[in-house]
Structures are given as structure tokens and as C-alpha cells.
């Protein structure tokens, strides 16, 4: 197995496209589903679980595969596993688009999900082998302002794609348009982008792969599918045993690495407080955030009845706010006040948070665009004041050993806490709206709003709590990559 010479001049560009074009739709697929939800529940008649599982199944399955389509890259070539993962997503985009009810949307997210597994984490390999370290910083800044981009941007331009009702495909289009960029993508990748292995080929955990999916899925499953059956016997006792497939699996990765074994999970890192905590106060903060981006755009299409264009374009406020904090904290912030950043940003989304639950109170049915304003603004900031300094303090004093272990872990936490957070939030929010007395419609979806905002807030207040565990300062060679990554 050969290494191909890295391109050089106009042949690299173009490689770096096509690297950037699969991270931009990974990233926009990530969310832009969320605003077109109302269209696709009328269209296929989808119930509420089926909603939640349309959002949970891709970042449930990018969290279960990404570790491993890291080493497989690193085993099999990374350009390899990039182009099948890129093949894979298109394909799956497809089938997306032709879905004729929720079940087969569903099992299409899934595998969209899984195929980003395997081209995303070729990304950035892939890069820092065509860019020596001097040149990089260019390219990695590139890459930090497009994921800022996409990430923010998925519920406007999903609203806008839905709205214009191409060809008459109406949500449909949200996927469609992935065909042409994809497969304009993979042209560039079989021809541009080289080829390259790690010079030390880890081993495969699949049969921790597996156990991680069984015990995520008999928590999420049940979890999800409990309110609108009534909460039988049988989601308590398959969460439990969810539980325990957890439990088994943390005491089969210490197995695996007392044995000189290479686990999915280094059980090991968790003796660093600073890494534990970090990987708490991330489940603590990204449940809540995932699950505002879903019942926000239920409450504004369903309660307030916006339309979809509408409801997209009410988000600019949050989707401008990201960036500047992000850039703000990384470059600055994190270097002038350290993990008070990162304690001060779930406050501000807490504050936030309340700003529109006080704002929804006072307006009733009557909210407009410019009355969420405040608080979407300030939900935005607190958001990009942890999301882009967040890794450099979990992961300031993982040993070098484990540095590689340890950033996919962290990868797969933020997206695991994604799935979780649609679940709980989405359960709680529709618990809120079927246990409310009130007699029309938007009043329903305030209730069920507002109620479960309170506890998103409060869960922002233990993500604060717990990032004061973190190191006091990252250190200084983390710090100046950040400035790198976000500088023009």
C-alpha cells in the first residue's frame, strides 16, 4: 500500500474542494432537516416520534461510526474510505428525497449518517498531507469558516430550498441538492486528492462498535417511542437493559486496554478530572442546544403557525451571533479569561433561553420575528462562545498518546449528546404540549415551550458548573492554533 505524492498548484485546490464540499454537506444535513419537520409530518404523515427519529437517527449513527471510519481510513486508505463515504451520502441523499413514509426516511438518515462517518474523518487527514505545517493554517482556516457557515446556516437555506418548491418537490429538494455537489465532489476526489495511510495501523473494535450501538439504541429507542405508547412495561425495562449493555461495554473497553488491546474508548483517559469533566459538561450543553434547534422550529411552524420561509429567516439573529463569538473567544477570550469562557457561554444561552420564554409569556399567539430577536441573539452568542474553544481546554492534558483517541472520543460525545438531546428535549416538549390545559393552539405549544425551555436553561447552569472543573488556562501552543484556525 503506496502513498500518492501530495498535489501540488491548481490540482490541490481543487482537492481541498472537494474535501470542503463533503464537510459543508455533512454540516448542513446536520440540521437543515430540522425547519422542513412540519412539511415532511403533513407529507408522510408522520407521528411525533418518527419527527425526532428523522433528526436522531444521522447523528446517532455519525456518533456510532466515527471512530471507526477514522482507522479505516488510516488501514485502507483514507481517499478510499472518503470516496465510498461520499458515494454512500449522495446515494443515501437520494433515497432521502424518494422516501414514501417515515420508516424509510428514517432508515435513508441513518445511512447518510454512517457514510459521513466514513468521509469526514478522511478530511482533515487528508488534508495534513498535502499541506506542509507552515501552510496549513490557510487551509484550516478555510475549513473552521465553512463548518461556522454550514453549521449555522442549515435552517435558513432549508427553509428557503423548501419554500422555492423546485420542480415541485417541495422538502424533498433539501436532499436533492446534495446530488449534484456530490457527485461533483467525488470527480475531484478520484482525481485530485491523494492517496495515504497512517504509518501505524490501529485494529479494529468492532465488537465495541456493535455493543455501543445495541446500548444507545435500547435507551434512545424506548425513550422515544415511550410517550406516544403510553409508557409500557417494556421501555423501562429495555432502557434498563440499555444501562446495562453501557456498563458492560466501559468494563469491555477496560478489558481491551489492561490487555494491550486498542479499544474504541480508552477507559484511561478518564483518570484526567479535566477530561472527564470536559466530556460531562459536553453532554450537559449540547443536549439542551440540540434540542432547542428542534423544538424551536416545531413551536414556530406548528404553534405560531410561520410559514417555513418565515420561520428560517427568524433564526438570523442566532445563525449571525455564532461566528463573531466564536471568533471572539477563540482567538481572544480564551486566551485573556480561560474556562471562564466556557462557564460564562452556557449562561448566556441560559439567560437567553429565558429572554423567550418571558417574551413567548408576554406575547402569547402574537409573537413576532422581532420580539425573539433578544433572545435569539443571545442564545447565538453563548453558543459560539463554547462551541470553538470547547476542545482546547477538554483536550489541554490528554497524554500525546492518546491525543488521537481522545479527539475522536470527543467528536463522538458532541454527536451522541445530539441524538440524546432530540430525544429528552423532544419527549419533554411533547409531554409539555399534550399536558396542557389551555384552549387553543399556540397556547398548547407555549406551554409545552416554555416548560421545557425552563429545563434546558437549568440544564446550561450544570454545563457551567461543570466546565469550572476544566484546566484554569489551555496552553499556549493550543491557544495560538486557534487564533491560526479562525484568522483570515
Known sequence: MKT??????????IA???????SFMELLDATIVNVALPDIERSLDAHNAELQWMVASYTLALAIGLITGSRLGDIYGRKKMFIIGLVVFTVSSVLCGLAQNPEMLIASRALQGFASASMIPQVLSSVQVMYKPKERAGAMAGFSALAGVAAVSGPILGAILTDSNLFGWGWRTIFFVNVPVGIFAVICAMKFVPESFAPVRHKLDLSGVVVLAVGMLSILY???MGREDGWPLWTFLMMGFGLLVLVGFVLLQ???EKHGGEPLVPVSLFKSRSFAAGIVMMFLFFIPMNGFFLIQTLFLQLGLQYPILKAGLTMIPFSVMVPILAGLSA???AKKIGRVVLQLGPLVIAIGFVVLIFTVQANGGGVTPWHLIAGLALSGAGFGMVVAPVGIFVLSEVPVKFAGAASGLFNTTSQLSGALGVAIVGTLFFNGIESSTAHSQ????IDGFTSTMWLMAGGMVLAAIAAS???RWASEADVLD?????SA
Request: hydrophobic fraction near 50%; avoid cysteine.
Open 469 to 471: 472543573f476544566l484546566p
Open 331 to 333: 482567538a481572544i477570550l
Open 222 to 224: 424506548p425513550l422515544t
Open 442 to 445: 399556540s397556547g398548547v405549544f
Open 254 to 256: 477496560h478489558r481491551e
Open 4 to 13: 500518492t505524492a501530495p498535489p501540488i498548484g491548481r490540482a490541490r485546490s
Open 482 to 486: 486557534a487564533e491560526e484556525s479562525i
Open 16 to 22: 481541498l474542494i472537494s474535501l470542503f464540499l463533503a
